[in-house]
């Protein structure tokens, strides 16, 4: 069994810095693609960022020069640094996972609620 967890959301001011973490546990055989995508009330998910196994990375533009997705391969963890958070930035942050375990499969953790206060 695959699980992916999300955490490190919470409440901060506009213009402040968060990081998220995001950790796949059970019995894989290799993690791939790990990507962030958030959801604000009323929108569609969205892909925020995206790293390779190899650390490749990718960003949306609203995000570019602002988000950094670091990834440790032997924590199984990939994390989301988000400075200067803006009024568009709040929604759920959503982690997924592209897993080889008994099979290949996309994994997505629960969310985690940011908050941006002005």
């Known amino acids: 069994q695959v699980h992916v967890v999300e955490s490190g959301g919470g409440l901060v001011q506009a213009g402040g810095s968060l990081r998220l973490s995001c950790e796949v546990s059970?019995?894989?055989?290799?993690?791939?693609?790990m990507g962030w995508y958030r959801q604000a009330p009323g929108k569609q998910r969205e892909l925020v960022a995206a790293?390779?196994?190899?650390?490749?990375?990718n960003y949306a533009d609203s995000v570019k020069g602002r988000f950094t997705m670091p990834r440790d391969n032997s924590k199984n963890t990939a994390y989301l640094q988000m400075n200067s958070l803006a009024p568009e930035d709040p929604a759920v942050y959503y982690c997924?996972?592209?897993?080889?375990?008994?099979?290949?499969?996309?994994?997505w953790g629960p969310g985690t609620q940011i908050t941006v206060s002005s």
């Open positions: 997924n996972a592209d897993v080889w375990a008994v099979s290949r499969d996309d994994y």
């Open positions: 059970g019995t894989t055989y290799s993690i791939n693609t």
């Open positions: 790293i390779t196994s190899a650390g490749s990375t």
